[in-house]
Nanobody, 127 residues
């Protein structure tokens, strides 16, 4: 699956951004979506995940209550709404996907589970 992120930018602390992830050429509701980020000099880390039909979601502790993951399977889109942004949220954000066509919902925040990645979009939060 091909993934293209958009929506990054520069905001002041306390601001909001919505990242979008567009998928092409697949049955999108067979795919688990994850959002990851990589700050300068740091390893990439999982931020959030959403199951195939949005039954379940996961957030890392640092973003709980501030970020919301969602998806629109009819439009082959996934989103990460980010509010109350902090300077420590500054990073390149990636969406990623792996296929799981089983009827039960799946989630993962492990990079190795994902085999399709977008190009990344920069988010910069200034204090």
């Amino acid at each position: 699956v091909q993934l293209v992120e958009s929506g990054g930018g520069s905001v002041q602390a306390g601001g909001s951004l919505r990242l979008s992830c567009a998928a092409s050429g697949v049955d999108f509701d067979d795919y688990v979506i994850g959002w990851f980020r990589q700050a300068p000099g740091k390893e990439r880390e999982g931020v959030s995940s959403i199951s195939q039909r949005a039954e379940n979601t996961y957030y890392r502790d640092a973003v709980k209550g501030r970020f919301t993951v969602s998806r629109d399977n009819a439009a082959n889109m996934a989103y990460l709404q980010m509010t109350l942004l902090k300077p420590e949220d500054t990073a390149v954000y990636y969406c990623a996907a792996y296929i799981d066509a089983a009827p039960s919902p799946s989630l993962s925040i492990l990079e190795d589970e994902y085999d399709s990645w977008g190009q990344g979009t920069q988010v910069t939060v200034s204090s």
